[in-house]
């Protein structure tokens, strides 16, 4: 099942396995919203919208990982199985972050 709510630069686009879908856009050099909150076991998609790489990356002790470097067109996903909150950055260009809080 499919559902696309567009609310603000994020996207609820489904149901996964784990949890709830949303999607956070990279455009412009940042991240398509500032705080965005989701529910344990929710998953998050970064798909990359510019026209160079970015690295998606978080070292927040709720939730640390590194998505690597990823070109236009191309998204990495992430499950969020703890509560708190967790700052996202981008490795290649510093400016951007934002935060997830996980309830």
């Known amino acids: 099942m499919i559902l696309a709510s567009l609310l603000g630069g994020w996207a609820m ?6 949890g709830k879908l949303w999607e956070v856009a990279q455009k412009n050099k940042q991240f398509s919203v500032k705080h965005l909150v989701i529910q344990q076991g929710d998953v998050v998609n970064f798909p990359n919208q510019d026209e160079f790489y970015h690295n998606v990356f978080s070292l927040s002790p709720t939730k640390t990982f590194d998505l690597g470097s990823y070109k236009k067109g191309s998204t990495a996903r992430v499950t969020f199985e703890n509560k708190g909150t967790v700052l996202v950055q981008c490795a290649i260009h510093p400016q951007m972050e934002m935060t997830i809080e996980v309830r």
Do not use: D, F, S
Request: proline residues 0%; negative net charge.
């Open 13 to 18: 686009v489904g149901w996964a396995l784990e």
